[in-house]
Nanobody, 123 residues
Framework: QVHLVESVGGSVQAGGSLRLSCVVS??????????MAWFRQGSGKEREGVAQ???????VYADSVKGRFTISRDNLKKNLTLQMSSLKPEDTGVYYC???????????????WGQGTPVTISS
C-alpha cells in the first residue's frame, strides 16, 4: 500500500506558474513507488498522463507539456513535484499524483493515486 497526499492546487492567469507537490505519507515497500507520475483530468475529459519519473530521475512527458512542465522527485523526502509554467487555459483540470512499482509511462493504469487537486487557468 502507498498513500499519496497532494498539495493544494490553485488558480492563475494564463502565462503564469504553479507548483504541485505530492508526498508519500506511507508505503509498505519503497519499491512500490519506483515510478511516480502526474495525471490530469479536465471537465468531461478522460484522465491523461502529464509526466512520469522513475527512481533514477528519468522522465517522460506528454507532448502537450514538454518545455513547460518539469517533474522531479526527492527520494529521501519521498516527495514528488510538478513545476508548471507558461500555463494555458487547456491545462485546467484536477491533477493527480500516482505511483507504481511498474514502469507504466503515461498510461493511467497506476495502482496508487492521490486524492486529486484542482488547477484552474483563466484566460
Amino acid at each position: 500500500q502507498v498513500h499519496l497526499v497532494e498539495s493544494v492546487g490553485g488558480s492563475v492567469q494564463a502565462g503564469g506558474s504553479l507548483r504541485l507537490s505530492c508526498v508519500v505519507s506511507r508505503a509498505t515497500w519503497p519499491t512500490d513507488y519506483n515510478y511516480m507520475a502526474w495525471f490530469r483530468q479536465g471537465s468531461g475529459k478522460e484522465r491523461e498522463g502529464v509526466a512520469q519519473i522513475d527512481q533514477y530521475g528519468i522522465t517522460v512527458y506528454a507532448d502537450s507539456v514538454k518545455g513547460r512542465f518539469t517533474i522531479s522527485r526527492d527520494n529521501l523526502k519521498k516527495n514528488l513535484t510538478l513545476q508548471m509554467s507558461s500555463l494555458k487555459p487547456e491545462d485546467t483540470g484536477v491533477y493527480y499524483c500516482a505511483a507504481d512499482w511498474r514502469g507504466l509511462g503515461l498510461s493511467p493504469s497506476y495502482t496508487y493515486w492521490g486524492q486529486g487537486t484542482p488547477v484552474t487557468i483563466s484566460s
